[in-house]
């Protein structure tokens, strides 16, 4: 969980862990500062810690049960992140969209919510074909739209949790979201060396 301290003067968003930190993935804190940077996450703190009433009563929103995600947690979740999303308008990330970032800060608190990382949707992309009906299946409200990057998200996300949910008896959320970072990582280094073979086979 992230913590907003305020001391001499200074506001910050300190980690405070109440069990080990998991192995794969990066940790909790790292998550929420790895491209945000320290400026960002200074201005970040600031809000955080004026809005605080506001950000607890939406934190509170989220589903308290654990595994499995459900059409209603995944509703529940959209409009929380698109209120945090709200909330942060008018701070410039250096470079994570604030879709990101309030993604991270929202699993940091509860581990139910998936990660709206760059490379996850990018993987998701992938593995899961569009279709309207994964809006409907996933309970997202209003008509599907793949433009919609939250939400699209969470569709895509949903259908491959469910599908290998059947065959995978202890997937959880947090174990597909580094899964999936991790498996776009690995396409993007065999692009990566693909080309640099091309490229050395053309000279």
Aim: positive net charge.
């Amino acid at each position: 969980m992230l913590l907003v301290k305020k001391a001499h003067g200074a506001i910050s968003l300190q980690p405070t862990l109440r069990k080990k930190p998991r192995r794969m993935g990066h940790p909790p804190f790292a998550w929420c500062q790895r491209k945000a940077g320290p400026r960002t996450m200074s201005k970040v703190a600031e809000l955080i810690y004026d809005k605080r009433v506001e950000v607890d009563s939406m934190l509170a929103r989220l589903p308290g049960a654990g595994e499995p995600l459900s059409p209603a947690s995944l509703k529940v979740i959209a409009e929380v992140h698109r209120d945090f999303v709200e909330l942060l308008k008018g701070i410039t990330m250096d470079q994570e969209s604030p879709r990101a970032f309030a993604s991270k800060y929202m699993h940091c608190h509860r581990q139910l919510v998936p990660i709206l990382d760059g490379m996850a949707d990018a993987a998701l992309v992938t593995l899961v074909r569009w279709k309207k009906d994964l809006w409907a299946s996933a309970g997202l409200p209003g008509l599907p739209d793949r433009n919609d990057e939250c939400k699209a998200f969470l569709a895509r996300f949903f259908s491959l949790y469910g599908d290998w949910k059947s065959t995978i008896s202890d997937l959880s959320v947090g174990r597909l979201d580094p899964y999936l970072i991790g498996a776009e990582s690995q396409n993007q280094t065999t692009k990566d060396k693909e080309s640099r073979r091309a490229i050395g086979q053309a000279g």
